[in-house]
């Protein structure tokens, strides 16, 4: 590995000044579970890391009726261990519970997964179907991103020079509300999505029919995407084998998947669709309580 400067600022502005002024040539660390291995296979360079977990913004988490907040450096093990995220935002726990092993899940966060901006990262569907807002700090100041517009293409997202992901916002859930996230994989665990599909459904209180539903997808085009058609298909329609059929359908048409060493175009295709249902079921079997 080669030689770079080490920085643990414990300040949201100190570590965008530091960002700023290295001229790109610095790279912000969330959990390191990903980039140190990069900077270690000379896969990616730096002069500069800049450690984020002593920024107290960055390490909030808080469940209560105005929504979540979560910040981007919290570990997976205290999200998928958190009571309210368990209870109302089911689909995270499920896919920070799968990224990596144990080990990796006290330093990996939902933040620098989403930052990556992998095609097949498991925790950005999830973010998708649960409507998450990306909260960004930069040496303009504070914006705020919709998470399904923040992944522009393998590896690439929107955050311009010296800006950090702060946290992840999500709106309060709904009475009758609930979500899932599940993946393919070709091994038991620790591999990487062939298919990814995230889902989160609003019912009546007959829960009987679906009032709202998102569904997020990944692995299947060059970046995690939000399936509008295939989620609004089922607004007002009545919870049947027959109306989730048609979601996954819906969804399969949109996906753009390759052929690689995990899985075939066409294998995704046809995983697609069966994944698609299985999330929606889970969802509405949890939404119903």
Same mark, same amino acid.
């Given at each position: ?17 530091l960002?700023?002024?290295s ?6 660390? %969330? ?16 002069? =500069? ?13 808080e469940?209560?009726d105005?929504g979540?907040? =979560? ?12 009571p309210g ?9 499920d ?16 933040g620098g ?8 990262a ?52 709904? %009475?009758? *509300?609930?979500?899932?996230y ?5 091994r ?26 998102r569904?997020g ?13 295939? *989620?609004? =298909? ?7 084998d ?16 390759i052929?690689d060493?995990r899985?075939?175009e ?7 669709g ?5 999330? =929606? ?9």
């Amino acid at each position: 590995m080669r030689d770079f400067e080490y920085e643990a600022p414990t300040s949201l502005a100190d570590a965008v000044g530091l960002l700023a002024k290295s001229n790109g040539n610095a790279r912000p660390l %969330a959990g390191g579970t990903d980039l140190i291995d990069h900077v270690r296979t000379g896969r990616l360079s730096t002069d =500069l890391i800049v450690d984020l977990k002593k920024i107290p913004e960055l390490m909030a988490l808080e469940e209560n009726d105005a929504g979540l907040r =979560l910040g981007a450096a919290v570990p997976c093990y205290q999200i998928y261990n958190h009571p309210g995220i368990l209870e109302n935002y089911t689909a995270i726990a499920d896919s920070s519970n799968i990224i990596g092993g144990m080990q990796i899940q006290n330093r990996a966060s939902v933040g620098g997964n989403l930052a990556n901006a992998g095609a097949a990262a498991d925790s950005t569907p999830a973010l998708i179907a649960l409507d998450a807002i990306v909260v960004i700090q930069g040496p303009s100041g504070t914006r705020e991103v919709p998470v399904d517009q923040f992944c522009t293409g393998p590896g690439k997202n929107i955050l311009e020079p010296g800006e950090i992901i702060v946290e992840l916002k999500f709106p309060p859930r709904p %009475a009758h *509300s609930g979500s899932h996230y599940r993946r393919f994989i070709p091994r038991n665990e620790m591999d990487i999505a062939v298919v990814g599909v995230g889902a989160a459904v609003v019912l009546d209180e007959s829960g009987e029919n679906f009032v709202s539903a998102r569904i997020g997808l990944g692995a299947v085009a060059a970046k995690p995407f939000y399936a509008q058609e295939a *989620s609004e =298909l089922l607004t007002g329609q009545p919870v049947s084998d027959e109306t989730i059929k048609k979601a996954g359908e819906a969804a399969r048409s949109v996906i753009h998947p390759i052929t690689d060493m995990r899985g075939t175009e066409e294998f995704r295709l046809h995983v697609t669709g069966v994944l698609t249902e299985r999330v =929606l079921k889970k969802a509405v079997e949890r939404a119903r309580g």
